[in-house]
């Protein structure tokens, strides 16, 4: 069928929907169509990497069980060949990528950026990679949903609801948990929740968990029943292991900047792949539970069976000594941090939401064992303990406390922990919070100025497109330009009373105002005597074009006083901003996000 038989279909189609579906029933059947497709890709991801595993476990490759530690390096040759070679593109992490797309691109996502993951994700994982596929997942169902919202020519603020659509039905999907999707999209994405935002993120969960259901059965990430309720007397621990998991996130966020910064050192990739991959395979050898995602990891903690979660280890010989098990659980706490980190800075591709986890399940164990095995005569639970370990490091991490309580609260299909998930999860938030206030996710967004939030005046401001406030029908004039010129080739040719003065090379080096020249425009003896140097004014706060956000020009009118700014790239003149044009468009926007 030719391109314009394809664009009357959409349009015949596009028409009947504006005649006979109202645009909030529309909006609920695309959440559903969201929901749908984000539980179909977290299920192909899911599917393609246990297919690699599978192959990599298989006896044509018997010689991983002695060398799987060299397995992750070559999964990410795979991923560095893929694309240096083939597809050109550097990998970037999928939520922040979303969280810049809302932000400055209006929710509009590239494709080769949101899908690459499909690809890259299931190899770096399948092979072996200490990261975990639920932020591919939840990349590239934002990405479908961005197409879809571009193929229905639906509004922006719609847009943005449907991306978090995709975020809740992938954490659906995956965890079989929709309440948990439905905070994750509010408190990650900052979407208000309304009715209008409650309902088709309730839709797109149970979408996606139906399309789980109905493709995996009852299948779970997670068996596990609460058998050890909670007990008052227990208190003073959870909150010693919400002050623990604080700290843990802390570090896991410090962490994961501090190496990503040493790798940028780096400028080549190959050099940063070797350097990579050699340390997640020292790391490999010595604590083989860092190897892929580390699911298994926590569903083995959860079940009391510590020796198959730490696996066969150089120590296999004294780990009956429980001391020398806290050791290495320890240093899973530790290092996972640093193998996930690391497998990023190396060209890998994945999330940080499961790592995160691995490490909370392993700090929670840690502590409980600490606890039973001081001779106190305490006993606390150990599976407990792991999922409220969880729960701290998500809350401190991703700074999403609600979320973590009711992902925990859905895996155990219980609310016996929900005390001690409050207790623990807040104190997590609290201290993290206030140490860091942004997440792992929108820290560099938010040094970059491009990060919403719930605050809507912010949100507005970080919206806005300073590119459509600037004005450039001023007339230039020259330093060497006498006050003939100035009049008769400027002033009789403007209605503005601002005239931008540049040198040769179109740098903005001053200003010539109505108010400079008043009292001496009508006097015909100064014609020539006059120049523009003589009459200008230095322009001493200008806006940074491509670096100034709408928050920064706000303030700089403010600290000023005056009613126009001159905008500048690297110098040179480009237009104005006038603070009534900055106001009108803050107002604009402001209705459009608020109605």
Request: net charge positive; charged share 15%; with cysteine.
């Amino acid at each position: 069928m030719s391109s314009p038989s394809k664009k009357t279909i959409l349009y015949k189609i596009l028409k009947w929907r504006y005649r006979n579906i109202s645009n909030k029933n529309f909006i609920l059947l695309l959440s559903i169509l969201v929901g749908f497709t984000a539980g179909l890709i977290s299920l192909l991801l899911k599917n393609i990497t246990h297919l690699i595993q599978v192959v990599l476990e298989s006896d044509i490759l018997s010689w991983q069980t002695s060398f799987y530690f060299i397995i992750p390096v070559v999964g990410l040759l795979i991923v560095y060949v893929f694309t240096k070679f083939i597809i050109k593109k550097n990998v970037r992490s999928a939520i922040p990528l979303i969280l810049h797309s809302l932000s400055k691109k209006d929710g509009i996502i590239k494709p080769i950026h949101g899908y690459l993951p499909l690809i890259l994700a299931p190899i770096t994982v399948g092979f072996g990679g200490s990261v975990g596929l639920l932020g591919p997942a939840i990349g590239s169902g934002s990405t479908l949903s961005s197409d879809i919202c571009t193929l229905f020519k639906v509004s922006g603020k719609t847009r943005f609801l449907l991306i978090g659509c995709a975020a809740a039905g992938a954490i659906s999907a995956v965890f079989k948990s929709p309440l948990a999707g439905l905070v994750f999209a509010v408190e990650v994405f900052s979407l208000d929740l309304t009715l209008a935002s409650l309902l088709p993120l309730l839709f797109a969960s149970v979408s996606a968990i139906i399309t789980s259901y109905f493709f995996l059965g009852d299948e779970v990430l997670f068996r596990f029943d609460v058998i050890e309720k909670f007990d008052i007397y227990d208190t003073p621990f959870y909150i010693i292991l919400g002050i623990g998991t604080a700290f843990a996130s802390i570090y896991f966020t410090k962490m994961y900047f501090g190496i990503l910064h040493f790798f940028d050192r780096f400028s080549k990739k190959i050099h940063r792949l070797l350097i990579g991959g050699l340390a997640i395979g020292i790391m490999l050898y010595f604590i083989p539970p860092l190897y892929g995602e580390g699911l298994g990891f926590i569903n083995d903690l959860l079940h009391g069976d510590h020796y198959t979660a730490i696996g066969k280890t150089p120590f296999d010989s004294i780990t009956e000594n429980i001391w020398i098990v806290i050791a290495l659980l320890t240093g899973i706490t530790i290092f996972k941090a640093v193998a996930m980190t690391a497998t990023f800075a190396a060209g890998g591709s994945g999330g940080v939401f499961i790592p995160t986890m691995v490490m909370g399940s392993s700090l929670g164990n840690v502590v409980s064992k600490v606890i039973n095995n001081l001779g106190l005569g305490i006993e606390v639970s150990e599976s407990n303990f792991t999922l409220l370990g969880m729960a701290g490091l998500i809350a401190g991490v991703l700074h999403a406390p609600l979320t973590s309580i009711f992902l925990i609260a859905e895996i155990t299909s219980s609310y016996e922990l929900f005390v001690p998930l409050m207790i623990t999860t807040s104190i997590s938030f609290f201290i993290s919070k206030n140490k860091m206030e942004h997440n792992i996710y929108t820290t560099e967004l938010a040094e970059q100025g491009h990060l919403l939030t719930h605050d809507k005046d912010q949100t507005v401001l970080t919206l806005m497109n300073l590119e459509d406030c600037i004005e450039t029908n001023f007339i230039v004039v020259k330093s060497n330009y006498t006050l003939k010129q100035l009049l008769s080739e400027a002033v009789a040719k403007s209605n503005r009373n601002l005239f931008p003065v540049t040198d040769e090379l179109n740098n903005l080096i001053g200003m010539v105002s109505l108010d400079d020249i008043r009292d001496i425009m009508f006097d015909i003896t100064m014609y020539h005597k006059v120049k523009v140097d003589t009459l200008m004014s230095q322009t001493s706060t200008v806006i940074m074009y491509e670096q100034d956000d709408a928050k920064t020009v706000m303030q700089k009118f403010q600290d000023t006083g005056v009613w126009n700014l001159p905008v500048v790239k690297d110098g040179k003149y480009v237009g104005f901003i006038s603070k009534s044009k900055l106001l009108t468009s803050y107002r604009r926007k402001l209705i459009n996000f608020t109605r």
